[in-house]
């Protein structure tokens, strides 16, 4: 080889060194055979926090952490180099100060002209923020994915849930009927009675089934959660027994909430008797609260404010990761066939965030449940209402108190006809119409009418729809908005009273007298 072309290598040689060198944000380095540092550039010193004079002659072994050389992965990641020629993996590293970084490392074969094997060449990349920018990602698009997943559900199950409630109303509403006959054999009676007891049953599985859906009705105001729970006290120890040992933890200064005091009560007791079953030899059940602040950005998907976090905990058998993942789907259960409907979790949630609060479970196998639960602070401008009013609307006149004819508006053939014979028995004079149009005629022809009971989920047009007009065009009309939904602003206009479907008589009349 002549002598320029020996000067040209050694220059191309230099000129390699000086830019392995001065890379940076790569640690590039030489391993010999035997896997000890030979060569080292500022990308490792700045990574990993060597200088060369200390690391140079050391087996890169000092890279990686205790569990993983003792399972001899720095020897088994050389030998599959080695064999394969290539290796490319992602693992934790650990720096000259002890602090823990993710590496993402690619180790090759090197072999000489001849052939020979002369050792490998190292490149390490801090991929510790991108690591957790994925992590993040992917964690944002399961929420997501589950948000959709329990949306879907939710729509499906309030769907259920109302047509449920159409079903249950007419049966409730006929069996009343007949406690009311006095022709009505005794046997019948108890018959009838057993019946109305399994429809309240079925009542109580929707109001589960739209709370879920977060579809239910609910009366917010402001609640002391300690006064609530040592209120429930004497019903926590009848219901879940005398092997549960039930205690309260409440600092004095805790403010009040925001809530349904009574669907608060029965999600309270929905978790002591799911921990109760959780307990089979005993145990106990610890409820506590305290005041947090959100902030913006919330995981939870919590407005920024002051909530206060109600917390239900026990020393029971706890859940896997797989069952916890579930648990507040509607309808799934661990429990045996027909002791449980799988909708006491799934209800909870609803519940709390028709308040306009979150729900986050931990749990571990033997090492019991914890249910969180953020419910707002009363005091707070701003905070979400469902309160149900039903007060006067101004310029309206008083109904005269004789005024008995009642136009009951409902687009289910069963729920009409049942609404109007419970009317008629009671004394009214009442018709029907199955539709929001049909009733505009019915108006119109027929002055008498003074008070109008009508469904709200109907086709073509709503009953909040029909009570503004009614509002407009007859202002003396009280009108009774009958709905098992919660989706209906406070100040309806035209809109009186309201019923919670599914009703039976004695709420129907009651509507009336306060319309």
Not at 428 to 444: I, M, N, V
Not at 497 to 506: E, I, M, N
């Amino acid at each position: 080889m002549k002598r320029d072309d020996i000067d040209e290598l050694r220059r191309s040689h230099e000129q390699f060194r000086l830019l392995v060198q001065g890379v940076a944000d790569y640690a590039i380095y030489m391993l010999d055979p035997e896997g000890n540092v030979s060569s080292w550039n500022s990308g490792a010193e700045r990574i990993k926090g060597y200088m060369p004079d200390e690391i140079i002659g050391r087996h890169y072994s000092a890279f990686f952490s205790p569990e993983d050389v003792a399972r001899h992965e720095p020897w088994s990641n050389l030998q599959a180099a080695k064999d394969e020629g290539r290796l490319e993996t992602e693992g934790w590293r650990v720096r000259k100060d002890g602090s823990r970084f993710w590496a993402h490392v690619i180790l090759d074969r090197i072999d000489d002209e001849s052939g020979k094997f002369v050792g490998f060449a190292k490149v390490t990349r801090d991929v510790t923020e991108q690591r957790a920018v994925s992590r993040a990602l992917e964690q944002a698009r399961e929420a997501l994915f589950q948000s959709q997943k329990l949306e879907a559900i939710g729509q499906l199950t309030g769907g259920v849930a109302h047509d449920f409630n159409n079903l249950l109303m007419a049966i409730h509403g006929n069996l009343e009927l007949l406690t009311q006959r006095e022709d009505l054999p005794a046997k019948a009676g108890t018959l009838v009675t057993n019946a109305l007891s399994g429809v309240r049953r079925g009542v109580a599985l929707t109001q589960r089934m739209l709370a879920f859906a977060r579809r239910q009705q609910l009366h917010l105001e402001p609640v002391s959660l300690a006064d609530l729970v040592y209120g429930m006290a004497d019903l926590m120890r009848t219901s879940l027994g005398p092997s549960v040992v039930v205690e309260a933890s409440f600092p004095l200064s805790l403010p009040a909430v925001f809530v349904d005091p009574n669907q608060l009560e029965l999600c309270l007791l929905n978790l002591g008797v799911n921990a109760r079953d959780a307990m089979p030899d005993g145990g106990t059940v610890t409820i506590s609260g305290r005041v947090e602040s959100v902030g913006e950005k919330d995981v939870r998907g919590l407005n920024p404010g002051e909530y206060v976090k109600l917390s239900v905990a026990d020393t029971g058998e706890g859940m896997d990761a797989e069952t916890l993942a579930r648990a507040t789907e509607p309808f799934f259960t661990t429990k045996g066939v027909g002791k449980g409907t799988g909708l006491g979790l799934s209800m909870v949630h609803g519940v709390v965030q028709q308040c306009g609060g979150a729900l986050l479970l931990s749990s571990t196998p033997s090492g019991g449940t914890t249910v969180d639960m953020w419910l707002p602070v009363a005091i707070q401008v701003g905070s979400p209402v469902a309160q149900i009013v039903m007060s006067d609307p101004p310029g309206v006149t008083a109904v005269p108190s004789d005024s008995k004819t009642i136009l009951v508006v409902d687009d289910d053939p069963l729920v009409l006809s049942t609404t109007v014979e419970m009317l008629c028995f009671a004394g009214y004079d009442a018709a029907g119409a199955a539709s929001a149009k049909q009733a505009l005629s019915l108006l119109g022809a027929s002055p008498g009418i003074s008070v109008v009971v009508t469904d709200h989920a109907m086709p073509g047009m709503t009953g909040a729809e029909l009570a503004a007009q009614l509002a407009e065009t007859h202002p003396s009309m009280r009108v009774i908005l009958a709905s098992g939904y919660a989706e209906l602003p406070d100040d309806t206009p035209g809109v009186r009273a309201r019923l919670q479907k599914p009703y039976g008589r004695s709420e129907l009349l009651a509507a009336i007298r306060q319309a």
